[in-house]
């Protein structure tokens, strides 16, 4: 019995072995949900286990993260942090959040255990770090750092605005951060204020350059088109980032901002995005292929011209969902398993951590999360512009984008 489950009053749940357990089922494990993990503040119980290689909700007992549908997560997003020195519009409100409290956010130690959790029990084979916003975090030198003396080999990335990255991009790269996606929406300061409601284009290139100069790569820039804001500006991001060495992602708008205010007919989608580049460059698919990255990825090349300029992705969430492929498993900076951005449910690894499991308890947890994930987009039917998608609680920001 693992360390978790060491005080907790035993008795047996008939639920047939390798079956998904059903409501009725999950209601006898009273306050333990039926993924496995506990919800904060309710009293610890027994999780059910069968004597063969699967638990009695279906989830393996060993192994990595495996779905109900097949998929296998090994991409691992971890979230530092959910405030943001930002206010992007399809993203947060204008006065923010109500952030989590300090005692509530995992500390540099815990995040550390849980990376190393996922990679030497479960095979997590990839970590991106974001939030909220990473740099927000003073000790994020220190949480990588950590993280680097666990996991020699890991490639670690992080998703930043790089606000102040022109401070901090050596010392991160030294720390043993790999790769860097930068958020930015536009070229031009008075849209960057509009969309962001903070006047820091020029903090954002400096962070650039001196990711750049630290040696940080690839870096990926990241832009979410809005209509009748930035959307005029796909041509020129995708010159600028490919004359400047960076690859030009897009992302499809998507229903997890602050303000739900997101609107389907907003959203700029995929296929506008590409007719919009090959008004000046010619696209081919790129042959690198996109395994289970969310983006489509592109060769780009000038019109007219066979050198290759750079390449650009498309990230279609809405309009050409890659649920089917997805290998990504979630930690908000609470601590707590998503296994889906669009997830309604969400387990507690942070409190069990706390309360004293061992490695295999949390992985244990984590399978049985991970095991419920959703078909697509938080429920077992696809589409985010469904007549009946409910938007998560969480936002973006909240979860980790
Ligand atoms: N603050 C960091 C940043 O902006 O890069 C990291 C966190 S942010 C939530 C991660 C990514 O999510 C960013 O690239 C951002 O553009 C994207 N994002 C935020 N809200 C979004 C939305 N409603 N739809 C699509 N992408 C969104
Ligand atoms: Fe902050 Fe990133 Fe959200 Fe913008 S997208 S408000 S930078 S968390």
Redesign the pocket.
């Known amino acids: 019995m693992d360390a978790e489950h060491a005080n907790a009053p035993r008795g047996p749940v008939a639920v047939p072995l390798g079956a998904t357990v059903t409501s009725a089922a999950a209601s006898q494990l009273g306050a333990v949900r039926a993924t496995g993990g506990r919800v904060t503040g309710e009293p610890r119980r027994e999780t059910p286990r069968d004597p063969g290689g699967v638990r009695a909700t279906g989830a393996p007992r060993e192994g990595g993260l495996l779905d109900r549908f097949g998929r296998v997560a090994t991409d691992l997003r971890v979230s530092v942090i959910d405030k ?1 020195n ?1 206010r ?1 519009t ?2 947060m409100p204008a006065d923010g959040m109500p952030w989590l409290p300090q005692s509530q956010l995992m500390s540099a130690d815990e995040i550390r255990r849980i990376v190393r959790v996922a990679v030497r029990s479960l095979g997590a084979e990839e970590l991106r770090l ?5 740099l927000v975090r003073k000790d994020l030198e220190h949480i990588i750092a950590g993280i680097r003396a666990d996991n020699p080999d890991l490639p670690i990335s992080m ?3 790089a606000v102040g990255l022109d401070l901090r991009a050596q010392a991160l790269k030294d720390a043993g951060l790999t790769r860097l ?3 930015l ?1 536009t070229l031009h300061p008075e849209t960057f204020a509009e969309l962001t409601r903070r006047p820091h284009l020029d903090k954002v290139l400096a962070g650039l350059r001196a990711a750049r100069a630290a040696g940080l790569g690839p870096i990926k820039i ?3 088109l809005l209509r009748g804001i930035n959307d005029t500006e796909v041509v020129p991001l995708v010159d600028w980032a490919v004359s400047n060495g960076f690859e030009m992602r897009f ?7 602050g303000d739900r205010s ?1 609107s389907a007919t907003n959203v700029i989608p995929a296929r506008d995005i590409r007719a919009a580049i090959e008004e000046a460059f010619t696209l081919s698919p790129d042959p690198r292929g996109r395994g289970a990255a969310p983006a489509e990825r592109w060769e780009v090349r000038r019109t007219g011209e066979t050198a290759l300029a750079g390449h650009v992705g498309i990230i279609s ?1 809405v309009t050409e969902p890659f649920c089917a492929a997805c290998s990504r498993t979630r930690v908000t900076a609470d601590g707590r398993i998503r296994s889906c951005l669009f997830s309604h449910e969400e387990t507690d690894l942070l409190t069990a951590l706390r309360d004293g499991a061992d490695d295999e308890g949390l992985a244990q947890i984590w399978r049985d999360a991970m095991w419920a994930k959703p078909r697509a987009h938080g429920s077992d039917r696809v589409g985010l512009a469904r007549a009946d998608f409910v938007q998560p609680e969480r ?3 909240a ?3």
């Open positions: 943001c930002l992007c399809y993203c974001t939030g909220g916003e990473p998703t930043t605005n996606n930068v958020s929406d990241n832009a979410v992302i499809e708008d998507m229903p997890l901002d997101w969430s936002t973006m920001s979860i980790g984008g």
